[in-house]
């Protein structure tokens, strides 16, 4: 791809992410190209259908939180970065559903569509338990699909029940207690 290219594209899906933020999935796709500084022309190159860039959108969250896990699984605290990313994940999860729920609507399961990054993302997800729980901050009896079913649970709950990032943030703040150690 041209630079010039995956400028755009990259415009477009910063774009289309605060655009569904603000305005719902519903939003004209017009507005998303304006909001990128393209014309509809250049969007529709990239993504041929609305479904498309909602699609694009969601793989590009999963992708940063890949990027997240592996960066956070250096870190001299294993027991604070693990805990700041299920924080990060929660947040995102939680508050940003309106793309996997249009994504269903649509007819395609982004779990087996994404399978391989699925996959990576519960890697590293896993690669922090480890380290946290080996550091003694995580309780020892708890897997990765604990914690994912945990946070994606409370995430879902958040949803339905409409709440705000405040009260995300303390509904994964007892997730995350439950968890600790010492909790």
């Known amino acids: ?35 990128a500084g393209v014309g509809v022309g250049t969007l529709y190159r ?14 590009s969250r999963l992708e940063s939180f890949v990027h997240a896990a592996t960066d956070a699984a250096t870190s001299d605290e294993p027991g604070r970065v693990f805990f700041d990313f299920l924080y990060r994940f929660a947040r995102q999860a939680a508050l940003k559903r309106d793309l996997f729920d249009a994504l269903l609507v649509a007819g395609i399961d982004i779990k087996s569509q994404c399978a391989d990054l699925v996959g990576e993302l519960e890697g590293g997800i896993e690669h922090l ?24 649970g ?14 995300c943030d303390r509904m994964i703040g007892v997730v995350c207690d439950g968890l600790r150690a010492d909790g």
């Open 46 to 59: 990239h993504f041929p259908t609305k479904e498309a860039l909602f699609e694009a959108v969601v793989v």
């Open 1 to 35: 791809m041209r630079a010039d290219a995956a400028r755009n594209r990259a415009r477009l899906l910063e774009a289309a992410e605060k655009v569904f933020a603000a305005k719902g999935v519903s939003v004209p796709i017009d507005e998303i190209a304006a909001a």
């Open 154 to 167: 409370t995430c879902n709950a958040a949803s339905q029940a409409n709440l705000d990032e405040a009260a």
């Open 129 to 152: 338990l480890e380290r946290a729980r080996d550091a003694g901050d995580v309780r020892a009896d708890v897997t990765v699909k604990d914690v994912i079913g945990l946070v994606m």
